[in-house]
């Protein structure tokens, strides 16, 4: 009940007028920019960070609630009209979806899609209400070893489970750990600076974030330009009749239960559970054959699935300071850069702000059922913007953002260095999220193990604390092993059984 009592201190708090009229601004912001095809949210939180750097702490948090939620909505619009997904997660609703703005269905399949994030989207809000405050007691009890040990599981989780080559993904591990390092260490001594005095207290991972997401971006699909902009499909009015409220109400339920889960585990992400929603509706739907001609199940589950896997990964954000995905990873440098450290800690130094930013996102995700039904043809107008015209604009407001971060030029080569880092990795099918992973819990990961070796006198057993070490140490070993252990066991102990 304490819990409840703080959250409705925070509600005190979000409902002034001018924090009312930040979160509505957040979202309007963040929805229009992830409506425009290939921006995903983590790519509009990131080019839009520099927009809260004028405000104080409580302000920036609401206004970027807004945005990350936004960001969320605007990509599913995407996705049903021009069969255009931001990112991973929101191809399986692009996959009916698109199918049901094709058969004159559009407005049913974006009503499903906005109605179902708000259902999730509370539901697992109200979720993080209530499994924050126990793992923060949890992550309290914790020491160095556990938290390295910690920090290596978010190293190995998203590399190893995430991409589609491990060798890919260490290898995008390694160049933020690298980008990581970059400046003076604990000891003062200069690492991988070349004698250039900018790089001395490091690179900043805002730069790093914008450069990566919107400029490697920009490139990538300059690379690849088409002079006209996609065929949009026509939208009326968002509605849903009867037989659609009665098809979707089940699936909005079932993805939430899919989704946040997976959202609030290092290495869930929402791709996982997305996929998964689409399969059980398929199984349990009565109209099994129109899955893959539009079926509204297909989008519904799915979209509900992404919406709290969103919400599941502020838990461990907020009460450990893991980010589990790009979109949180990029969060959490927006923390960093007012100052806050997420973390066990952050509810008892930072309380009134943490309630505060929970009772946003229940504030930013009704704004957004009000603004997505009405505004639907009006989201749909901007994806009528020709390719040239928005990625030079994301460049102009990439460097405008980066310039912003040191008011230093110097900033904008290492901007456009970035990018074109950000281009290659995805001309060579590296993943981003491990870099970004790496950027941020490298120097953290260095921190708590020197910590641990210091604790120990330098013998390698300090890095190993308690129970909860031992347990993640052997997840490690489990993600690791898996394809050795699936080849040599599983398949071998499969093939008996049928035999037999």
Known sequence: MDNFGHLLDGFANVVTPMNLLIALLGVTIGTAV???????????????????????????????????????????????????????SSVVTAIEGNKMA??????????????????????ATLLLVVVTPPVVSFAISLGAPDYFALMLLAFVAV???????RVRGF????LGLVIGVIGIDQT????????IPQLADGIDVV???????????????????????????????PWMGREDWKRSWMPWLRGTAFGFPFGAVPAGGAEIPTFLSYVTEKKLSKHPEEFGKGAIEGVAGPEAANNASAAGTLVPLLAIGLPTNATAAVMLAAFQQHNIQPGPLLFERESSLVWTLIASLFVGNLLLLVLNLPLAPAWARLLRIPRPYLYAGILFFASMGAYAVNAQPFDLFLLLTLGLLGFGMRRFGLPILPLI?????????????????????????????????????????????????GRFVVRPLRGRLVAG
């Open 171 to 174: 290898a995008s591990l390694l």
């Open 437 to 485: 992973v790496g950027v941020i819990l490298g120097p953290r990961a260095e921190l708590q193990g020197r910590r641990a070796l210091q604790l120990s006198g330098g013998e390698l057993h300090g890095l190993i604390g308690g129970w909860a070490s031992w347990l993640i140490y052997a997840v490690i070993l489990v993600v690791l092993l898996w394809p050795l252990l």
């Open 207 to 237: 730069v790093v974030a914008v450069g990566i997401f919107a400029v490697g971006e920009a490139l990538w699909i300059a690379a690849h330009l088409r002079r006209k902009s996609g065929e949009v499909i026509p939208v009326g009015q």
């Open 34 to 88: 992830g409506v425009l095809p290939g921006i995903g949210p983590a790519m509009t939180v990131a080019l839009l960070l520099p927009v809260t750097y004028g405000l104080g702490p409580t302000q920036a948090l609401i206004m970027f609630a807004g945005i990350f939620y936004g960001g969320m909505y605007g990509g599913s619009t995407t996705s049903i009209l021009l069969n255009t997904p931001g990112e991973s």
């Open 188 to 195: 003062g001594q200069q690492r991988l600076t070349l004698g």
């Open 159 to 165: 590399t190893a489970v995430l991409g589609a080559s």
């Open 102 to 123: 094709k058969a004159g269905r559009a407005a049913q399949a974006l009503a499903t899609a906005a109605i179902g994030s708000f259902v999730a989207g509370t539901i």
